[in-house]
């Protein structure tokens, strides 16, 4: 049973910083997309930033040069380092695996919340 956890996420004023994780476990033989996912109350889920297997990335406009998502291939896992952060970052983060085939896994996500 494949498994996925964040953690890392919590309270922080705006212009904070905070890094997410996310370690994936159980039967994975191969990924093709870690990534990051925020809904926010009230709005869509949306991406925030995705990395490839092999290292391409994808980030939303909104947090292009602010944010920056790393993995590691060998632990399964991937992170989110979020800097500069603003009150419209509040949401719950997710974490979400694609499988070559387009199967994905998501986390059970986390909670970010920016004070202003």
């Known amino acids: 049973q494949v498994r996925l956890v964040e953690s890392g996420g919590g309270l922080v004023q705006a212009g904070g910083s905070l890094r997410l994780s996310c370690a994936a476990s159980g039967s994975i033989f191969r990924i093709a997309y870690m990534g990051w996912y925020r809904q926010a109350p009230g709005k869509q889920r949306e991406l925030v930033a995705a990395?490839?297997?092999?290292?391409?990335?994808n980030y939303a406009s909104s947090v292009k040069g602010r944010f920056t998502v790393s993995g590691d291939n060998a632990k399964n896992m991937v992170y989110l380092q979020m800097n500069s952060l603003k009150p419209e970052d509040t949401a719950v983060y997710y974490c979400?695996?694609?499988?070559?085939?387009?199967?994905?896994?998501w986390g059970q996500g986390t909670q970010v919340t920016v004070s202003s």
């Open positions: 990395i490839s297997s092999g290292g391409s990335t």
């Open positions: 979400k695996m694609t499988l070559p085939s387009s199967y994905a896994y």
